[in-house]
Each structure stands twice: as C-alpha cells, then as structure tokens.
C-alpha cells in the first residue's frame, strides 16, 4: 500500500531556478515534505561503475564466450592477412611465382572467412547486450518498487524515469557496439605486437612511439568529455520532468494561461541540454580525428625507418608492407576506442545514475518482526515524537496523541502545522528523528513495514487507479478476494451503482489515473478498496474536499460505515465532517495546541473556534 503525494496543482509551474545552477536536480514542486536533493558535480567511481557493468556482462557467460571465440579467430584472421600479403610481395620480387596463387587464395578466404564470422560477432554482441540490460532493468525496477519515500519525494519523477529509459538504453547501445571493439582491441594489440616484434624489435620500438601520445590525448580527452556527459545526462532528466508535469498538470497550465510560461521553462532547459549536448559530441568527435593523426604520423615514421633498415639489408620490401598494415592494426583498435569513447563515456554516466538507485537502502532492508494483522486492536500512541523533513526545520516538535481502539480522532490546523505528516510517520513513509510511536503498545520500528501497513487503510484526496479494470483497482490491496466479497465491497461503499452501469461493468478498463470516471467515483472506488481491506486502522486525508456537497454527502455515508468499529484518524479542512467526531487534535507549531470534542472546543474560543468562524462566518475573533 502507498500513500498518493500531496501536489498543488498551482505550483506545477514553478520555475526550474535551481536547474540553471550547473549539476544541480531540484525535486518536485509543490510537494509537502522534504526540499529538494541537489546533484552536485564531482568526480565519480568510474572503474567501480565499469567492474559493476562487467559483472552484468559476465551473467551471460556462454554467450560471453562464445563472441570471445568469434574475436579470437576474427583477430587471428586479421593477423595473417598481412603476413600473407608480405610473402605474396617477397615471392614476386624475388621472381618467385610458384607460391603467389596460393598466398592470394588464402588471403581471400581469410577475408571472407572475416566477413562470416564478423556477421556472428553481430548477432552474439546483440544478443547479450539485450541480456545484460534485461537483467540491469529487472533489478533497476525491483529497487524502484522498494524505493524510500524520501528518494521519490527528493527526485523528480521524470529524472527517475529518465534513469530507466534513457540512462539503461545508453548502456545497451554501448555493450552492443563496444564489447565486440574492446574484445577485439585487446586481441589485436597483443596478436599485433608479438607478430611485429618477430620480424623487428627496432622497427616494432619506432611504431610504439605514437602510443604513448595516444594514451596521453584519450586520458585529456576523456577527463574533459566525462564531465559533459555526465551534465547531459542530468540536464536530460530535467527535461523529462517538466514535461511529465506539463503533460500531467496540462488542465492547470491552460487553465491558468501559463502555457508560454512553460514553453519558455522547457526552452530555457532545452537550450541547457542543446549547448551541454553540443560540448559534449564536440569532445567526442574530436577524439576520432587526433587519432587518426597521431596514427598517420606513426605510419610516417614507420615507413622511414623501414626504408632505412631494407637499404640495410635488414629486412625486405615485403616485410615493410607487412608491418605497415600491422602499424595500421595496432592503432586500428586505439583509434575505434577513440572513437567510441564518447558512447563509453556516456554510458558509464548513465550506469552511475541507475547505480545511484540501486544503492539506495530499500524499503524491505529490515530486521524486523511480522505482527499478526488479525490480532491488531488499534490502539495508537505517539510520545514525544520530533521529526524534520530537512535538518534544522522541524515539523513535529514534542507531539504526543493517545488513541484507543475504535475511537474516531480528527486532526486539524493550518497548512504546515504537520497533519500529513502525523499520517507519514505512522506509516513509515518516514521514520521519526526521536521519541516512539506505539501499536497496542509496540513500537512500530519493531515491526516490518509491509506487516504495519497491512493494518492501516488510508484514502487520499488525490484518488490513486491504475490503468487497469475496475476489479482489479479495488482488489489491488487484496488480489485473493472473492467476487461476492468484491461486490460487498462495492455495495457498502455506495459504488456499486455506478460500476453497474459502465459499459463492461466491474471488468471496463480504466484509462490512465481513471480519468474516465467522476472525481467522486475515483473516491467511492478507493473507500470501497480500503473496505475489501479491512483494515484495523483506517486514515482519511481530505477525503472529501475535491468533490461537489451532494457526492461529499454520498462519500460521507460511505466514510461513516466505512469508520464504524475501527480506529480512524480523520484530517480534515472542511471542518463540518469532523463535528462528530470522538476528539479533535488541533496541530500549531508541530505539536497539539488544544484537544477536545466539537463543542468543548468552541467553548474555549481558541484556535479551534478561530478556524470554524473563518470556514463558516468568515469571522475571526
């Protein structure tokens, strides 16, 4: 069970200052809670992230090894291609025809055995790319559904969203291209230096010259490209989130003519992504070029020197052309990294988000106790309990509540003064800094979260349907239930009516966040979920105020029945649903300012009085 966030639609649209700020991620607004997380640019794990990416990799062991043998006779291939070429050319100097036809047979079917066999690396590189990202998105969501709330409630919705899609893709594209050049490199620069120092350590000593600036310049380039990456990837998380709420607030922006506003925002970020994004391929791009030259001036020094030792006698035409083309196969896998370090890059700043996730403690890492939901009275009690979203900025200063099994308790108060988060901590959405909170006299940090919250039923303002039937929305917290104990569900909540009358009855699909029905019926559906669930604790968070007085009176029949015999914490602006209730807690200041039933309240003119005149009379005193 979860809890729905509590967003004001009229701060969807405020503006992403924070993302001008370079690395910086803001979090939701408008959101009760905690302020926003900040990324902040330094440098990261990058050998860490690439050992945890290998270990992916490494599941798909068969596969692994199978495109490693691909590379291994792909390389091997390579390799005699030149040395066949050389005793073809030796042959034809030296007058030698008898064995020319054969060196040129065999280098053809060495080219088109090359060809076949680098058609399979494709296939193989392919495939365990899609394995590698299929286990990496398994376990990425796994985490996601175990997430904290604090993380959702400190990141935008969009970045998150951005880590699944668009951070994973990244490393599938790199796995799918590079793994093959990485293999392939490694084979090929070892192949290639032994076979070159067999025919002349001087002249294998002249072509390594050109390594040392080629790792120096990918080192420089590297260290400048990763840090753009990384911005862009960030950058394109925030891009995603303003326009999820655009999408999601769309009714608000028209509504309150913000949409040139919006498109400004989304401009103002677009262009931040636009300049990042150039920079970054900028970098990029650049590598392949340096490359290649640092490569052409090894071909230089190459073909001098050799030229030199062949008037020496030392070595022979054919063996010079030999070793240019190996001189080319050494810098040949330097330069497709090169070339490609831009996707690695990329990808490793794309891994490092989705790692972030994936080490966020999750909401089951407990070594708690189960409690027998069956057994639970409902007695509630909170004893000097602090609490602050941000340090420095409590919420909840010294609070203390005792409620009995049964008892109906209202909770009142300015915005702010903490209501919502009375409903958080009991839940464990977040745990408190100090004091304890008690179930039938156990704390409840004793007791495992999933366990707790089987015992509490919560409806929200902001009703909570998936894209799925009807059915299947109000058994979402009960998925054994029976359909007479589903129909006596919908009956009691005073849903039953309107489902009967859909065009496929309890079977008609929902469309996203049940947009196809009534505000009220999303509201009598999310009672009639919380019945099937009988719970021991029952919460009501403004479970009346985004609906007309006629469907607040049907919801409020359904509410009271809903009530009756269990333990209801009810949080309410609208104050004229609460008068019957058992005791009001008044909320000022993070603690309980005055307690007491409706018309002992009234009486003492307090805060309490303060608030009902101004709802009813518009009169403060």
């Given amino acids: 069970m979860s809890a729905k966030k509590h967003t004001d639609d009229n701060e969807m649209l405020r503006a992403h200052e924070a993302q001008k700020k370079q690395g910086n991620q803001v979090g939701p607004p408008g959101r009760r809670g ?30 692994l090894l199978a495109l490693l043998c691909v590379m291994v006779l792909i390389s091997l291939l390579n390799l005699a291609a030149p040395a066949l070429q050389g005793k073809a050319i030796d042959d034809i100097t030296e007058g030698e025809y008898k064995h020319v036809y054969t060196f040129l047979a065999l280098l053809g079917g060495s080219y088109i055995l090359s060809s076949a066999l680098t058609y399979f690396q494709g296939i193989y590189a392919s495939r365990l790319a899609q394995k590698t990202v299929h286990t990496l998105r ?60 067999s025919y002349s350590w001087k002249l294998t000593l002249v072509a390594l010259v050109s390594v040392p600036l080629t790792i120096g310049g990918t080192a420089l380039m590297s260290s400048i490209m990763r840090k753009y990456f990384i911005r862009q990837q960030r950058i394109l998380g925030s891009l995603n989130s303003h326009v999820e709420e655009m999408v999601s607030g769309y009714k608000t922006v028209v509504a309150y003519g913000r949409e040139s506003k919006s498109k400004e925002q989304f401009a103002d970020i677009n262009r931040q992504y636009k300049n990042t994004a150039i920079m970054a391929h900028f970098f990029g791009g650049t590598m392949g070029p340096m490359m290649n030259m640092i490569g052409n001036v090894g071909y230089l020094l190459v073909a001098v020197a050799g030229g030199y030792f062949a008037l020496k006698g030392e070595i022979t035409i054919g063996i010079i052309q030999a070793f240019i083309l190996y001189t080319k196969q050494f810098t040949r896998p330097i330069n497709e990294i090169g070339n490609q370090f831009s996707m690695i890059i990329n990808a490793i700043a794309g891994a490092e988000r989705v790692f972030e996730i994936m080490d966020t403690t ?26 602050a979203y941000k340090k420095d900025e409590p919420v909840l200063r010294g609070f203390d509540l005792e409620v009995k099994a049964g008892e109906k308790i209202a909770i009142v108060g300015k915005t702010g003064s903490g209501k919502t988060t009375i409903v958080n901590l009991l839940t464990r959405f977040y745990d408190i800094d100090s004091g304890e909170i008690l179930l039938d006299g156990e704390n409840i940090n004793n007791i495992s979260k999933s366990s707790l919250r089987k015992s509490i039923g919560i409806v929200l303002q902001d009703t909570v349907l998936f894209s799925d039937t009807v059915e299947a929305n109000v058994k979402y917290g009960r998925r054994d239930a029976t359909d007479e104990e589903l129909q006596n569900a919908l009956e009691f909540a005073e849903a039953d009516v309107f489902v009967e009358r859909l065009p496929e009855g309890k079977d008609t699909k929902l469309t996203e966040s049940g947009s196809n029905l009534s505000v ?20 009501l968070d403004e479970a009346t105020s985004s609906v007309d007085t006629r469907t607040e009176m049907q919801i409020q ?8 015999g269990r333990t209801s914490l009810i949080i ?25 039933n409706h018309d002992e309240l009234l009486e003492l003119k307090g805060e309490y009085y303060n608030l009902y005149m101004t709802q009813f009379s518009g009169i403060k005193t």
């Fill in 362 to 387: 999750p909401e089951n890492a407990e070594d708690t106790k189960d409690i027998d939901v069956e057994s639970v009275k409902g007695n509630v009690s909170f004893r000097n309990v602090h609490f």
């Fill in 520 to 539: 009220g019926q999303r509201q009598l559906l999310s009672i009639a979920r919380a019945v099937l669930l009988d719970p021991k604790i029952l919460i």
């Fill in 34 to 63: 905690p302020g926003p997380m900040m990324y902040k640019e330094k440098p990261k794990n990058t050998w860490g992230t690439l050992k945890r990416l290998i270990k992916y990799i490494g599941k798909s062991k068969y596969l």
């Fill in 557 to 564: 029949t359904a509410m009271q029945k809903l009530m009756e």
């Fill in 138 to 197: 398994n376990d990425l969501f796994s985490k996601i559904a175990y997430l904290p709330i604090r993380f959702t409630d400190t990141h935008k919705h969009g970045d998150i969203m951005s880590r699944m899609t668009n951070d994973v893709e990244n490393v599938s594209n790199t796995v799918s291209s590079s793994i093959a050049s990485l293999f392939s490199a490694v084979i090929t620069l070892i192949g290639t230096l032994a076979v070159m120092l």
């Fill in 572 to 596: 309410a602006h609208r104050l004229s649903t609460i008068r019957d209730a058992d005791k009001i807690i008044v909320l000022a200041d993070g603690s309980v300012a005055e307690c007491g």
